[in-house]
């Protein structure tokens, strides 16, 4: 099955600087791959996803690119605030098969 | 808020007890998936139904067990309870346009409930 390896597992940043956070994946057949952050406690909400037709994708703050070939993802958050601290979690599936998260990211943004 | 409910919101309850955890999807959502998330662990797929039938299981224990009703909505029976068994449980649900497409749509989450085994 589809296995997804995400780091770094804790990330610290001033507030104001970016933030980027990598994840692999196994199956070369998995085609989406959505972001979620989730904050203490809350629930874990879409923030950002990309398909693989695309290789980037951007939000205001936020932005996932996509490497096919090499098999691996990012997300890129720019000009951090502290609002931002939160566990971010990276996923991937493909059609026909469930998502496989990523274990966590635990962002901590310092004023 | 994502259109997704889940009740109660939080349980306590003792070892070798049974539990039921309500999931309400999103209107027009065909697809409930159940998720279970343990202190500093992160998201552990159980099961997922679309439209009624289950079609995927991940690591559900066999004390585990869930069904999807006509209505759409769904519950997770959590049976035999252990102290290992407090966690966070998520409901998520997507729309699966076209029809079953698996994971690969947008899955939105409800709040969770948090269950606590004593």
């Known amino acids: 099955g589809e296995n997804v390896e995400q780091h770094p597992s804790t990330l610290s940043v001033q507030e104001g600087d970016s933030a980027v956070i990598k994840c692999t994946y196994s199956?070369?057949?998995?085609?989406?791959f959505p972001w979620y952050k989730q904050e203490l406690g809350k629930r874990p909400q879409l923030i950002i996803d990309i398909r693989s037709n695309v290789g980037e994708k951007k939000d205001q703050r936020i932005a996932v690119t996509l490497n096919k070939t090499a098999k691996h993802f990012s997300l890129h958050i720019t000009e951090t605030q502290p609002e931002d601290s939160a566990v971010y979690f990276c996923?991937?599936?493909?059609?026909?098969?469930?998502?496989?998260f990523g274990k966590g990211t635990m962002l901590l943004v310092s004023p | 808020d994502s259109g997704v409910t889940q009740t109660p919101k939080h349980l306590i309850t003792a070892t070798g007890q049974r539990v039921t955890l309500r999931c309400s999807p999103r209107s027009g959502d065909l697809s409930v998936y159940w998720y279970q998330q343990s202190l500093d662990q992160g998201l552990q797929f159980l099961i997922q139904y679309y439209n009624g039938e289950e079609r995927a299981k991940g690591n559900i224990l066999e004390r585990f067990s869930a069904q999807q009703f006509p209505d759409l909505h769904s519950e997770l029976n959590l049976s035999s309870l252990e102290l290992g068994d407090s966690a966070l449980y998520f409901c998520?649900?997507?729309?699966?346009?076209?029809?079953?497409?698996?994971?690969?749509?947008?899955?939105?989450f409800g709040p969770g409930t948090r269950l606590t085994v004593l």
């Open positions: 998520a649900s997507s729309v699966e346009v076209g029809g079953w497409t698996g994971g690969a749509d947008t899955q939105y």
């Open positions: 996923a991937a599936s493909k059609r026909y098969s469930t998502l496989t």
């Open positions: 199956d070369s057949a998995s085609n989406y």
